[in-house]
């Protein structure tokens, strides 16, 4: 069983950064493949990105220039950096762990991104 809970979401301006965290619990964090989704009011929730245990990294496109996955394994972590947010990255990111085939979710933060 593997926990995890976000940390880092709040209110930003247009153009302004976050930083979210994901502290992860188990012994077998380091060959988990790490990621974050996000869901948007209304909508499906939507990759982010992704990580290996081994650092290779995955993106959505539209986000690759903007927003920055990564991880410390020493200490069951993943962070994911957000530059020049815009209105429409409002949404609810969860932190997400696959594992030997299982599927694991955090809670969710909200960030909010106001114009």
């Given at each position: 069983?593997?926990?995890?809970?976000?940390?880092?979401?709040?209110?930003?301006?247009?153009?302004?950064?976050?930083?979210?965290?994901?502290?992860?619990?188990?012994?077998?964090?380091?060959?988990?493949?790490?990621?974050?989704?996000?869901?948007?009011?209304?909508?499906?929730?939507?990759?982010?990105?992704?990580?290996?245990?081994?650092?290779?990294?995955?993106?959505?496109?539209?986000?690759?220039?903007?927003?920055?996955?990564?991880?410390?394994?020493?200490?069951?972590?993943?962070?994911?950096?957000?530059?020049?947010?815009?209105?429409?990255?409002?949404?609810?990111?969860?932190?997400?762990?696959?594992?030997?085939?299982?599927?694991?979710?955090?809670?969710?933060?909200?960030?909010?991104v106001s114009s």
């Amino acid at each position: 069983q593997v926990q995890l809970v976000e940390s880092g979401g709040g209110l930003v301006q247009a153009g302004g950064s976050l930083r979210l965290s994901c502290a992860a619990s188990g012994s077998m964090f380091s060959i988990s493949t790490m990621g974050w989704y996000r869901q948007a009011p209304g909508k499906q929730r939507e990759l982010v990105a992704t990580i290996t245990g081994g650092g290779v990294t995955n993106y959505a496109a539209s986000l690759l220039v903007r927003f920055t996955i990564s991880r410390d394994n020493a200490k069951n972590m993943v962070f994911l950096q957000m530059n020049s947010l815009k209105p429409e990255d409002t949404a609810v990111y969860y932190c997400h762990s696959r594992l030997v085939g299982m599927d694991y979710w955090g809670q969710g933060t909200q960030v909010t991104v106001s114009s």
